[in-house]
Structures are given as structure tokens and as C-alpha cells.
């Protein structure tokens, strides 16, 4: 559901409703707090930025609703036209950092308490209150308080040390962060009363964020030791997030219908999980995601939340999350794949497809709404008065494929072999436990030797043999189906789902290419390796595919499934 701009001939690219959809995530919005986080997940390219963006966004942005919206791929547009589509692939060729995203979150989230204050609904002492409950602060606060606070034991409770940290704060330009701060003209119509109150609750949140700024700066060398001996510790990792946190927690309380309705939007979450970070002294990109998710799940269930949006394409999000993050039914989940033959036909046929053209892209390229909006955006450009001969549907779509296959998955298998290989050199240095190498798995003898060019030959017969597998199931597995969970260690199977050309789904529990058109490129790739193999390499392919060879014939869909 991309949008596309339209050419000179024909209509321009429409978003297209999704009514059901669409209805299950604005009623849950409607509630002003909520037990649980709802995660929106589906194959790349079906449409989940677009509904956020184009038909949900909007609405959510209409007092007494207030979002924060934030796209942890790349930085959220100023409108929905200018959204820039997702790529094909999961992994980024240059991975953002966890400083620049967590600063991304931040700041939405610091907008979002900014608009708290000004409607009245957050409060010093709210503020405080939601320190309190799981924050030392006297040591703190008597830093901030200065050297009066030393004088008399009696007036040094936190109550007392928070009024003049306050006080203090809002008489002097402590802190250079204008985001709390009241602008020219944005209280006007406020009485002398209101306007101290929101300078006080503006000044109240400068000094949480100082405060809780100030302890994560004492725990920086206990940080630099866990990331040095790979040990963990729950209040060291949380000490990253306790500042957006503490902002949830202040929102979800000053939460209330037809007042102050906030939500918070993740969109592709699962940039987060693979950032970047050299900073030793911080927490890797993998703990901050899991500490903040779990935080926010802890928070729904004991206080109840703001609705919390999380959209992802990653297959991890459709089972093992679920997993990971206590039982089955810990998020909401509501996964897309975008329409149905019957509905694409219904929208695509007579306004942008005759339907002739419609059976050759439905048979080739199959329903994916971004394939549609790039066929067609093709289709328009071929028709314009500078080309100079025709070109018929048919050649649209293998110039199509030809670019899919070049730009997108040849790329992504080559990222895949590279993930094999260091499987091998895993197996090699005996990082890789026992029971996913076990007796008869096609996986289990890698080459003993650091070589690289044996290393990169055995990974390419592995990824060949699986895709192979993967085409005698008709591109179709339920991974669940014997109870085995045997694909999941399948080395082939978890890169080429990690690089986002297969995807994994909840219910029911397939394993498939995320297009129709990814699924051709994959035949086409393994023609393509088998073809350019000397005769060594043909012995070595079949011998692995004759002896050690992979079959998953019994986790097929159905019988005779197409």
C-alpha cells in the first residue's frame, strides 16, 4: 500500500482503506490506557507504514488525542507524503547507532510529555510520585539541591530536597534543553496560577532528567565491566531507559478520555534490536530493546499503559518474541499479509490494471501491495508520449523481476552466505551448542579448517541444499508441525530469515517467502548457482544433497498445496 505518484497517463497511485484493520487498532487506541502492547507484523511490503502513516496518524493527532510517532528505520517524515518506503531487506547496508535512536525516542516522547503540561494534565508532584517508585533520589537531590541542603537533618527528606531542586530549576536556565520550556505565546490564555503551575511541572521534569542522568553517569564503569566480562544485570541495562520510561509512566497516569489521550507508535522495532554502538560505557543495542519492551509490558500490567504501537517486519516479532517476553499472549498481535487475491482483484482491476494485465501480475507477482504500486508506477512511465515503441505487461514484469532479482535478493544471499560462514567459524571455535548439532543434520560437519575459500564453498552448498528443499515443499513450511522446532536451527534457513526474504508467521505457523515475486527470484538464484558450478562443485552438491541433504517434505502445509 505504498503510496506512488502517478504519471502523466492513467490515475495517480491511491492508498486503499483497509476497514478491518484499520477499526482494530483505532479502538484500541480510543482507550486512554491499556494492559497490554499491541505489535502490528506482517511480511515487508504489505502495508503497515502506510496505514500508520496515511490513514491512522491523522486521527491520532486530533485533540484530545496526541501521538508520538517514531520510525527507528529512518527519521519520521513531516508528512505522509514524503515517507520514504521501508527496503526489501531487514538489514541495513549501514546500521544506525543506539545513540541517535534512543535520542529519536526521547524526543518523541519528551514532545508528548511537553504537550502533557501545557493541557495541565502532568504536575510536579506527578512527576515526583513516579520517581519515587523505583528511584533512590536523596543522594541525588542533595547534589542538585546544592550546600543548603547539608544544613539541619530535619528539612533534608526527598519531599523537601525535590522543592528546592525545583525551585531552583526554575529560576535559573539550568539545563539548555529547550523542549521544557514555555514558548512565546503558548500560555497566554492561561491565568498567572496555571502558568506557574506548567513552569513548575516544566522545571520538575529538567531535574528528573538531570537526575536520572546523573545516577546512569555513576554506573558507567559497572557498564564498561558487564559489556567486558558478557555478564548481565537487569538494573544496570534499565538504568538506559529509565528516562523514557519514567516519561510512559507520566503519561499513562495523566492519561484521561476526552482530555488527554496520548499514544506512542514504534514503527520497524526491530531496527532498534540490531543497532550499532561503540560506546563501552553503554548498554548494547539488544539489552536497551529487550529492557525497554519488558519495561513497558511490566508497566501495562500493573498500572496500565498509554497504547503503545509496535510494527515490525522481522518474523522474530510472529513467535519468538512471544517466547522471549514470558507466554504466548504477552502483546496484542495483529498480523497482516496485506489482500487477498479476491481483494486485490476487486481494487486493482478497471482502475489501474486491465484484466488482462491483472492475471499476468497476479500469476507472476502475486498480491503484495508494493509490487502493485511499482508495476504500475512502470506501467505509466512505458506509457508516456517520449517512449518511443510499446511495451506490453509481460516485458514490464520481467524488467520488474530482473531488478528485484539483481537489487534485492542476489544481494540479500550473498549476506546470507556470509551468515553461514560464520556459523562455520562458530562451529569451529565451539560457540555453537551441541543439540543444534545433532547426529544426521545436514549442518553438523563443517570444514575443520579456517580456509575461506572452503569455508565460503561449504556455506554455498548449505544454502544451495536448503533452497532446494525449500522448492520440493512448493516454498511452503510449518515449522510447527512436528512439534521439533528442527528448521529453526537450520543455519540456511535462520540467515535467509534474518536478511528478510523469508518470514515467519504466528498463526498459522508458516515459513515462506515474503512475495510471490521473492519466490521466483529464489528458483531463479539457484538455477543461476547450479549453473555456474565447475564439475568438483556439482560432485560436492550432489553427494550433499544424495547423503546429508536436507528434506522437509513432512512440515509442507498441506497435501498438494500450491
Known amino acids: 500500500m505504498a503510496a506512488a505518484a502517478g504519471g502523466a497517463a492513467g490515475l495517480p497511485w491511491r492508498v486503499i482503506p483497509r476497514p478491518v484493520l484499520e477499526t482494530v487498532l483505532h479502538n484500541h487506541a480510543l482507550h486512554p490506557r491499556v494492559p497490554q502492547p499491541l505489535l502490528l507484523h506482517g511480511p515487508r511490503g504489505v502495508g503497515k507504514s502506510t496505514l500508520l502513516l496515511n490513514r491512522l496518524l491523522p486521527q491520532w493527532s486530533e485533540p484530545p488525542h496526541y501521538a508520538a510517532f517514531v520510525d527507528f528505520l529512518h527519521p519520521a517524515p513531516s508528512s505522509p507524503a514524503h515517507a520514504t518506503a521501508a527496503p526489501w531487506s531487514l538489514l541495513a547496508d549501514t546500521p544506525p547507532s543506539l545513540p541517535s535512536l534512543r535520542l529519536q525516542l526521547e524526543s518523541a516522547l519528551e514532545e508528548l510529555t511537553r504537550a502533557a503540561v501545557l493541557k495541565g494534565a502532568v504536575g510536579s508532584k506527578d512527576v515526583l510520585a513516579a520517581l519515587s517508585r523505583s528511584h533512590g533520589l536523596h543522594t541525588a537531590l542533595s547534589r542538585l539541591a546544592g550546600p543548603a541542603a547539608g544544613r539541619g537533618r530535619g528539612t533534608s ?327 521439533s522446532l528442527e528448521i529453526l536451527d537450520d543455519p540456511a534457513a535462520v540467515a535467509m530469515m534474518e536478511v528478510g526474504l523469508l518470514y515467519q508467521q504466528r498463526e498459522p505457523s508458516f515459513m515462506r517467502p515474503i512475495t510471490r515475486g521473492v519466490q521466483r527470484c529464489l528458483a531463479r538464484w539457484l538455477v543461476q548457482q547450479r549453473l555456474e558450478l565447475n564439475l568438483q562443485e556439482s560432485i560436492s552438491f550432489l553427494w550433499q544433497r544424495a547423503i546429508r541433504g536436507r528434506s522437509y517434505r513432512h512440515l509442507m502445509k498441506e497435501v498438494g498445496y500450491k
Open 157 to 483: 527528606s526527598v519531599p523537601v530536597l525535590w522543592a528546592r531542586a525545583v525551585l531552583a530549576a526554575t529560576s535559573s536556565a539550568r539545563g539548555e534543553d529547550p523542549t521544557f520550556r514555555i514558548g512565546e505565546g503558548e500560555a497566554t490564555n492561561c491565568s498567572m496560577e496555571e502558568t506557574a503551575y506548567m513552569q513548575e511541572a516544566m522545571a520538575a521534569l529538567r531535574v528528573a532528567k538531570e537526575l536520572l542522568r546523573m545516577q546512569e553517569g555513576w554506573r558507567k564503569e559497572a557498564l564498561r565491566e558487564m559489556n567486558r566480562t558478557g555478564r548481565f544485570s537487569r538494573p544496570l541495562v534499565n538504568s538506559a531507559t529509565d528516562w523514557p520510561c519514567l516519561l510512559l509512566d507520566v503519561l499513562s497516569g495523566a492519561a484521561e478520555v476526552d482530555f488527554f489521550q496520548p499514544k506512542l507508535v514504534l514503527n520497524n522495532v526491530d531496527v532498534l534490536k540490531r543497532a550499532t554502538c561503540e560506546d563501552e560505557t553503554m548498554v548494547p543495542a539488544t539489552m536497551y530493546h529487550d529492557s525497554f519492551i519488558w519495561r513497558v509490558i511490566a508497566l501495562g500490567a500493573n498500572e496500565q499503559c498509554l497504547p503503545v504501537f509496535m510494527s515490525t517486519s522481522d518474523g522474530y516479532y510472529s513467535s519468538q518474541a512471544f517466547v522471549d517476553f514470558g507466554f504466548p499472549n504477552i502483546f496484542i498481535s495483529r498480523e497482516t499479509f496485506g489482500w487477498t487475491q479476491q481483494e486485490a482483484k476487486l481494487h486493482m482491476v478497471s482502475e489501474f490494471f486491465s484484466e488482462k494485465e491483472w492475471k499476468v501480475v497476479d500469476e507472476i507477482l502475486g498480491t503484495n501491495p508494493r509490487h502493485l504500486s511499482e508495476i504500475y508506477m512502470l506501467k505509466q512511465k512505458a506509457s508516456r508520449p517520449e517512449v518511443l515503441h510499446d511495451t506490453n505487461i509481460e516485458e514490464i514484469v520481467d524488467s520488474y523481476l530482473a531488478h528485484l532479482q539483481v537489487s534485492v535478493v542476489n544481494p540479500a544471499m550473498e549476506t546470507a552466505l556470509s551468515m553461514v560462514q560464520k556459523f562455520a567459524s562458530d562451529v569451529r571455535e565451539g560457540k555453537i551448542p551441541e543439540n543444534r548439532l545433532s547426529f544426521g543434520a545436514p549442518w553438523r560437519h563443517p570444514p575443520r579448517t579456517d580456509n575461506p575459500d572452503t569455508s565460503y564453498k561449504w556455506a554455498k552448498i548449505q544454502l544451495m541444499d536448503f533452497v532446494q528443499s525449500f522448492v520440493n515443499t512448493e516454498f511452503g513450511l510449518n515449522y510447527l508441525a512436528d512439534d
